[in-house]
């Protein structure tokens, strides 16, 4: 499913990015440009990004309340 329309992002892509690594929004932006026009896809991308987070403890520091 696609999350950003705009530049063609789904899912499944940030959820592969999430595991490798994208630990916050601008780490999604820069690796799939997500959320980067628009705007309207930024609450479900930081969603989905708080859940893998949510999944690392390591990460947690990174989550931000959406
Ligand atoms: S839908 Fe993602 S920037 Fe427009």
Redesign the pocket.
Known sequence: M??????K?TDSQIRTACENGAHSMECLQRRL??????????EC?QRMLNDATAARPDQQLHRVAA
């Open positions: 696609y999350v950003c329309v705009c530049n992002v440009k997500v959320a980067t026009c628009c705007g309207r896809c930024a991308a």
